[in-house]
C-alpha cells in the first residue's frame, strides 16, 4: 500500500492466485523471484536466515493479460500452519522440488495438505537444474515424483525443470502457467464477499491494512464488512490491489484493504471479512472426513488442529459411528472447536494432530454452526443423506416442515448452514418452480397453500349444503373453520387467489363458492317478506324477535328467514334484542340530520319527541348513528358529523 494514490492502469480482465509449495530450501522463494522480479522474502530474518518464515507475496502479468497474485509459503516442518494459510485461496500451485536433492518430508506432507484443498490444477516444477549435471539422478528424481503425484491432481501436470541462478526454463514455465490457467472458471463475484485475511499491519497514515484472497464476491472502498469471529464491524477506505488503487476486488483476486473500525492488534490471520449478515461462525461443523493413508489411527474426542482458510483453531473429533478412524478411511463426523471460526458447507479443510503435529486427514464442511448430535448409525445416516442431497430440495424439506405457520428464508440459514444470500437465490428458484409461495416476507409449501385452499372450498361446499337458504358462510367462520392455525398472510393470500380464480366470491362479511345462489322453499320466501313488512311497519317501535317469529308461522322457517333478512342488510341489529327495517334506520338518520341541521345539537329528547317512540329505541339509534360516525356524542347532546343519509 506504498505509494498512493496511484493512477488507475486498465485493470487486467481476469485475475488468480497462484501459490507455491515444497520442501525447505528446495527454490520456492528465488522461483518466485526469478518469475515477478519481487523477492517474496521481505523480512530481514528472512533474508538473515535464508528462509521464508512468513507468507510473501509478488505477481506477474502472463502473455493472454491474465494478472497472477503469487503467494510464496515456507517450506520449514514448524510453518506448516502458515503454509496452509497461503495454500487456502490459490487456484494452481508450483508444486517445487529441488532436483539436486528430490522428493523430502514437506514435499509429501505439502502434497497431502493440498489433496484436501480445493485447488485442482498444478505445475511440477523441478528447480536448482544448475546443480545437476548427473541425467541418471534426473531421471530417478523424475520418476520419484511421478510416483509420488501419481493418484492425486497433480497426476497429469507438466514436470518443468528449471534454474533461479541462470533463468534457463523460465519462460517455459510462463507459458506453461498461462495454458494451466486459460481455462481457469472465474469464482462467484455475485456471492456475498469473503475474504480470509491472511496478513494484518499498519501503515502510517493509513491505519490497519489486511490482505487476502476474495473467495467470493466483491469489495468496494466504502464498503461496510464485518470482521469474524469477533462480528466487529469494519469500514473500508480504500482498496488496493497488487499495489494498485482500484474501485473493486473481486472474487478470485488478492486485496489489500485500509480499514476503518479496527485496530491492527485486533486483526489476526485466520480473521474473515465477509459482507454484513452472511457467513456466520461456527464452533460445531458436521464433516466429511478422511484420513490420509500414512496418518496414525485417530479415536474419538482426540484433539486435533483444524485449518480452514487461514485460520487455525483447536478442537477434539466427534466420531459418530465408530470409536476409530483408521489410516484411509473416510467418515461423517463432528468437529468440537474450542473457538469460533467462518465455515460454510463446502468448504474445505485440513486436519493436523494436536502433537506431535502431523498431518493427518481433511475434508468437506457439510453444515456450519450445527448442533451436537447424538453418536450413532442414526445420525449418520442422516447426515450422509444431508449432504447428497440437494440444497434446494433442503431448503425445501425445512420449508414443507413449517407448514400453514410458514417460515422465513433467514429462518432456513442455520440449519442448512447456507450464507444468506445463497438462501435467498435458492428460495427464489423453489418460488419460480412454485414449489414455494412467498407471502409478504414468509414463505410457505406450496403443498401447505394447496392444502389451505382445499380446506376452504371443502369448507364452504359443506355449508352450502347445510345452509342452502343463506347468502354465504360468514367469514370469519369460514376461517375458524378452514384455518383453524397457521399464519394470517397465508390464508388471506389463498382467499385473494381463489377469489382472483374465479373459485370464490366474496360479499360483504360473506364467502361463498362462486357458483353458489341461495336456495329457499315458496314458504321460507313468503315467511322473508312477512318478516320485512312486519318490521318496516312497526318503524321505530319495533317486536322482540320472540313477538316477530311468532307472528310468521313455522318457528325454524321464520328464525332462518330473520337470519337472511339481517345477512342482507335489510334487518339492522341494533342490540339489546331491537332490530329496526333498514328503511327505519335511514328515516331515524334523517329526522335527526336535518334537525341538527336546522337547529344544532340534539338531546335525546328531542330525538324521542322526533321519532316519537321510547327512549330505549331512541337510544339505541343514536348509538348506532355514533357508532356509523353520522353523529357524535357532546355531553348530553349529539352533534353531526356528516350529512345524514346512506353511505
Ligand atoms: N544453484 C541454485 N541455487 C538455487 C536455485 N534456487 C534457489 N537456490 C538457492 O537455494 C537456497 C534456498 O532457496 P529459497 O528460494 O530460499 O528456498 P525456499 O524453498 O524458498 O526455502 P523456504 O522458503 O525456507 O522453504 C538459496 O540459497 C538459493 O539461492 C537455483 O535454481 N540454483
Ligand atoms: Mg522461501
Known sequence: MAHLPAPARPRAARYTVVGT???????????????TGTDPDRLKEERRRGMTIDLGFAHLDLPSGLRVGVVDVPGHERLIKTMLAGAAGIDLV????????????????????????????????????????????????????????????????PV???????????????????????DLAAPDADAPARLPVDRSFTMVGFGTVVTGTLWTGRIHA?????????????????????????DEARAGQRAALNLV?????????GDVLVAPGTYRSSRVLDVRLRMLGSAPPLRHQDRIRFYLGAAEVIGRIRLLDRDRLAPGEEAVAQVRLEHETVAARGDAFVIRRYSPMVTIGGGEVIGADVPLRRRGRATVELLKSDAASDLDARVLAVVEASGTAGTTVEAVVPPLGLVRDRAVELMRVLVERGQVRSVRGRVFAANAVEGVGRAVAATLAGYHCEVPWRVGMPRDELKRRAFPAGDDRLYGDVLERLVAAGEVALEGTFARAREFAPVRTAEETAAAERLDALYRRARFTTPSREEALAQVGDRSVATRMLQVLLD????VDLGSDMLFHRDAVAEAEMLIGRQIEAHGPITVATARDLMASTRKYVLAVLEHLDARHVTRRVGDTRVLLRQPGPR
Open 222 to 246: 466504502g464498503d461496510a464488512l464485518v470482521l469474524l469471529p469477533e462480528g466487529r464491524e469494519v469500514r473500508v477506505r480504500q482498496v488496493q490491489s497488487h499495489g494498485e488503487v482500484v
Open 261 to 269: 473500525g479496527v485496530a491492527k492488534d485486533e486483526v489476526e490471520r
Open 568 to 571: 342482507e342488510g335489510r334487518l
Open 21 to 35: 509449495a515444497g520442501h525447505i530450501d528446495h527454490g520456492k522463494s528465488a522461483l518466485v523471484k526469478a518469475l
Open 160 to 182: 518443468i525443470p528449471v534454474s533461479a541462478r541462470t533463468g534457463e526454463g523460465i519462460p517455459a514455465l510462463v507459458e506453461a502457467l498461462d495454458r494451466a490457467l486459460r
Open 94 to 157: 508450483l508444486f517445487v522440488v529441488a532436483a539436486d536433492e528430490g522428493i523430502m518430508p514437506q514435499t509429501r506432507e505439502h502434497l497431502d495438505i493440498l489433496r484436501f484443498l480445493p485447488v485442482d490444477r498444478g505445475l511440477v516444477v523441478l528447480t536448482k537444474m544448475d546443480l545437476v549435471t548427473d541425467p541418471e539422478w534426473l531421471a530417478l528424481v523424475r520418476e520419484d515424483v511421478t510416483a509420488l503425484v501419481a493418484g492425486s491432481f497433480l497426476e497429469r501436470a
